[in-house]
């Protein structure tokens, strides 16, 4: 199995805050992975440093083998919490944007997105909803035939219906050549997506384990787990 | 690297651009029917125009090309390459073309300002170079002055109604109003407030530099005025390096 | 398919595909729906669904054919052999059931027989009316 996402020893300052405490983990091709920590534990910091937003860290963040930047942001299809859109873009600029700078998207696959989750082409981003606007933010980025998904919270905003419909759509994505890492802090929600699971707290990695795995041993979904891990590391 | 430059060329067709277009080009008609309004004060219509014309230049030049923002949370200067947190960091483009790229859809917004600058002097009776010694001139008083208004203008424009009471201010002007204002920053208007910074400091060097103004040749001039054009354009590529490696 | 997320969860889908082939749902030779398709519709990692077809075709319960797809195994044998085990399996959680309540082992046969012959009469009679 190899590995597209390696990080030796990565860490990260804001001010004299550690967003990232030295964290060394491998993620590998043709799995779903799932990157979990309560908020502020430096999921966002960690997805960023690997989508090359963030060059001022210590440690090594290799994606393919290669430095993030101009190269690996070709193979690697990032969803940002927020709304990155240009706030002048309907949602036919935004397809175009994507089919203009990533050889990798699929236009067709966008559309039909598109049309599933109701969205109009000429509908202005900015004044699209909370939830219309994550649906949005999905369908575009799934529509890429990445190497490597970084979703940051892609459920924020999103219905039970619309829901099931991106995890669908998110099987239908994935592929034995691509790997998929979903940060979130709604574990329920992908109980049945996950292969891997890596928890983050306070910026360091504290637990790393296959889903299934959990479940063979300890009797417990992964939530169960996770609150279990994260209340004893409270009273650490 | 073309599709990128159709791309910010894109701005000149949304009503924002078009509308800006528009205003500078009529700004010397405008400016000349004002001036046949008031005989008297042909000076301070200029300078309004003049100033007017300054603006734009400032403002498209912050729209497309220094957007320069200064993070104080975290105390690191970056430099976009765009204002927003920004579409086109996550595109494999190196920095180095997207500078470029917004560079060169600066030009007509250049070219615009260039044919209204022709046009206001055409209309005041001007040369261009009488023009160029009117601008400096005035700089040191006048349009200072409106420069300085409209600053603490805008500041206070910023604090009271744009980013819901937070006070936004380079350093020097938080060490005088206090540190309660520190603890809170947006960084789009941090970023705004920045160039402007910059184009005092500019201001300034250039009031400074007045009495040479009076004793050199046009040639001379003109020289003076290539070099300051390729200093911002070393400014830009700077802008572009340190953005790949202080972010 | 509600599948509980405090087990292994191949585990359980493969109990369920079992379950379909010996009440007839599913057939043998019968192609499954493929990978891909099967993890799309239940909504669960296709990882997963492969480690199904995968401890599936160790049992020899389906067969895997290049280029083709999975198939349920023809053999009729094996299948037999499945509904044994689930019948061996529900007798199991009967006993045990049984067994909390503190009903002993000869009242369990005792009333077991009882009551199949007790339905016995109510079956006939629906298939007289059916019949």
């Keep these: 199995m190899s590995v597209i996402l390696k990080t030796n020893n990565l860490i990260k300052y804001y001010d004299e805050k550690k967003a990232l405490d030295g964290i060394s983990i491998e993620f590998e091709i043709g799995k779903i992975y799932g990157f979990l920590g309560p908020n502020g534990s430096g999921k966002t910091t960690f997805l960023r440093a690997c989508a090359a937003l963030i060059k001022k860290h210590e440690g090594e963040v290799l994606i393919d083998g290669l430095k993030p930047g101009e190269k690996t942001k070709a193979i690697v299809a990032y969803l940002p919490d927020y709304n990155y859109f240009f706030d002048w873009m309907k949602v036919k600029d935004a397809l175009s944007f994507f089919d203009d700078f990533f050889e990798d998207f699929d236009r067709e696959k966008s559309e039909k997105l598109l049309a599933d989750m109701e969205l109009e082409h000429e509908e202005k981003i900015s004044k699209l909803s909370k939830g219309m606007l994550a649906r949005m933010k999905l369908a575009i980025i799934l529509g890429r035939k990445a190497k490597l998904y970084l979703l940051d919270e892609p459920f924020d905003g999103i219905d039970g219906v619309t829901r099931e419909k991106i995890i669908k759509t998110m099987i239908s994505t994935f592929s034995k050549e691509s790997t998929i890492i979903v940060a979130t802090h709604h574990i329920t929600y992908v109980e049945k997506l996950l292969d891997s699971v890596k928890f983050l707290y306070k910026g360091k990695i504290i637990d790393e384990f296959d889903a299934e795995d959990i479940r063979r041993d300890k009797g417990m979904t992964i939530n169960e787990y996770y609150l279990e891990e994260f209340r004893d590391a409270e009273t650490d | 690297m073309l599709k990128l430059i159709k791309f910010k060329m894109k701005q000149y067709t949304r009503p924002i651009g078009l509308f800006s277009i528009i205003t500078i080009l009529c700004l010397p008609f405008l400016a000349r029917a004002t001036l046949f309004m008031f005989p008297y004060f042909s000076d301070w219509v200029l300078t309004v125009a003049l100033f007017i014309l300054g603006a734009y ?16 949370q975290t105390e690191q200067i970056n430099f976009m390459p765009d204002d927003a947190s920004n579409m086109l960091m996550h595109i494999p483009i190196s920095f180095k073309k997207i500078n470029l790229a917004r560079l060169i859809a600066h030009i007509p917004t250049i070219i615009v300002a260039f044919i209204s600058f022709v046009f206001l002097g055409f209309f005041f009776e001007k040369g261009f170079y009488e ?20 600053y603490v203008l805008y500041l206070l424009l910023v604090q009271f109604i744009i980013v819901d009471k937070k006070a936004i201010m380079p ?6 109003m206090g540190s309660s204002f520190i603890d809170y920053f947006d960084k789009e208007v941090v970023g705004a407030a920045a160039p402007a910074v ?9 009031v400074t530099a007045l009495p040479i103004i009076e004793y050199i040749t046009p040639l001379q001039n003109y020289l003076l005025t290539i070099v300051v054009v390729l200093l911002s354009v070393a400014f830009f590529y700077l802008n572009a390096s340190l953005l790949e490696k202080s972010v | 398919m509600k599948y509980n997320d405090r087990e292994p969860i191949y585990l359980q889908i ?6 379909q082939i010996v009440l007839g749902n599913l057939k043998a030779d019968e192609r499954l729906l493929s990978i891909k398709e099967q993890s799309e519709c239940m909504g669960v990692n296709p990882n997963t669904i492969a480690r199904v077809y995968t401890e599936l075709e160790r049992e020899r319960i389906v067969h895997k054919e290049k280029g083709l797809g999975t198939f349920v195994t023809s053999d009729e044998n094996v299948i037999t052999q499945l509904k044994h085990e689930i019948a061996e399996e529900n007798i199991k959680r009967f006993v045990d059931r049984m067994r909390k309540i503190g009903i002993s082992k000869t009242d369990m046969k005792a009333l077991l027989v009882e009551y199949l012959n007790r339905t016995k009469k109510v079956d006939e009679q629906n298939e007289y009316r059916e019949g």
């Design chain 2, 198 to 206: 910059i184009v005092i400091a500019l201001l300034i060097g250039i």
């Design chain 2, 131 to 150: 023009m160029e010694i009117f601008c400096l001139k005035s700089l040191n008083f006048r349009s200072y002055l409106l420069i300085i208004c409209v």
């Design chain 2, 57 to 72: 230049l400032y403002m498209s030049s912050y729209m497309n090309a220094f957007s320069l923002r200064i993070s104080f």
């Design chain 3, 14 to 19: 493969m109990n369920d595909i079992k379950y």
């Design chain 2, 171 to 176: 350093k020097f002007m938080q060490k005088i």
